[in-house]
């Protein structure tokens, strides 16, 4: 499956990510700080979706009330809610 999701709140513009059989495959995002965000990437591939909610919702960015890495679980918990992916 593959999960387009555009961010709110956050620098980053665009995330792409693939899932399979619950696994996370690959994850592609456009703007924001490319270091941190290719280091996020490359650390949740073949992780469990339900593990990277776990570890990564709810991480605020300064003063924002919400992170890269909190979309990349609203894309992933949006994708549960429309696709059972677990």
Known sequence: MLIEYKPRGVCSQQMEIEVEDGVIKRVH???????NLQGISQLVVGM???DVVARLKGISCGFKKTSCPDQLTCALQKAYQSESIS
Request: aromatic share 0%; with cysteine.
């Open 29 to 35: 995002i456009l703007g924001g700080c490319q270091g």
């Open 48 to 50: 469990k979706v339900e």
